[in-house]
């Protein structure tokens, strides 16, 4: 099993399609002028998330749980495209309180209870399962279990640094069809597992004080029978290996460079994202969002993520051209001070 963190203390960068062993405490943090820093300030620093997005036709539901070391946060909401956002949900706290979140990628278990809300998702790359089990605020309810593996589903795996001092190891994967999934909110059922697909996201790693970045990610069944589904992300890291890739029927494609083209004036005109070769011409049409804002004195957090569809095309190397049409997303831009 591969460390990410060599003898020496320091990193071993690349695309990771192997398992790996994520001993993110060898790693030798240090300041800005280079000097090794540890204790409690280098176990704050380390910050790790686990989002999971369930997209369909008409409904997009998001769950995260946030690890940033001097404090948790967890969220989760419904929007519906016909009837706007039927259900949001957030709590923070100061460490990781009742939070249970690993730093192994490939295989853990989060747990988070209160109450009568509990958040648990399961994930082991060797078993090739991903399961979730959430219920919050008396109202919503989400199960889901998926066949996902490195062999099968072949997500991005990327260890990147983030400055020269810091990096970030990241797990996208979509889409990921599931076996079984029931999602309702009041007691009424919102989807099953033959409409929707899910989208992953698992990141860690010691990021950024100031991380900003632009993102986009879709994942669905094209005309009723191909799956396809995409990352792109700007601003993050894109120096050594790009956190870009698109998959159609389960198949990867790494993308390089890509640019986003938006109002920030008007965000909810159409967005373009495209790449440097030609791979990837989409575009996004927002329909609605989820905003945030946070100015406190040792975190400051703006956000807005719009739901939405994709059109365009993706051109997979030596295959057809891939059509993409009315496919449920989303795309985002970030500030945060962490």
Known sequence: MRPIIQKNGQPEYGVLDEPIRFNHEDFILRNFFGKPVGGIRKKLAYHAFNFLGVLSQEHIAGVAVVNLGYMHALFAYVYSFSQGMLFSWETKGPGLGRLLFPANPDEYEILWEKGKNRVHIEKSHASGRLEADIRLGGRFALRLSAPYSLAGNQPLRVLNPSEPFRWTFTEKGMPILPQELSMTLDGRTLEGPENATILYDWSGGYLRRQTNWFWAAFSGVQEGKLPVGANFA????????????????????????????FDYDDPFRPWTV?????LVDLTFHPAGERSEKINALVIKTYFRQFFGHFEGVLRPPEADPVEISGVRGFTEFHRALW
Do not use: K
């Not at 120096?239 to 460079?257: G, I, K, L």
């Not at 495209?274 to 030609?278: I, K, L, T």
């Open 274 to 278: 495209r790449d440097e070769e030609g």
């Open 234 to 261: 700007a601003l993050t890291n894109e120096t050594y290996f790009s956190e870009n890739a698109f998959w159609v029927n389960n198949r990867r494609t790494r993308v390089p460079r890509v640019i986003f083209t």
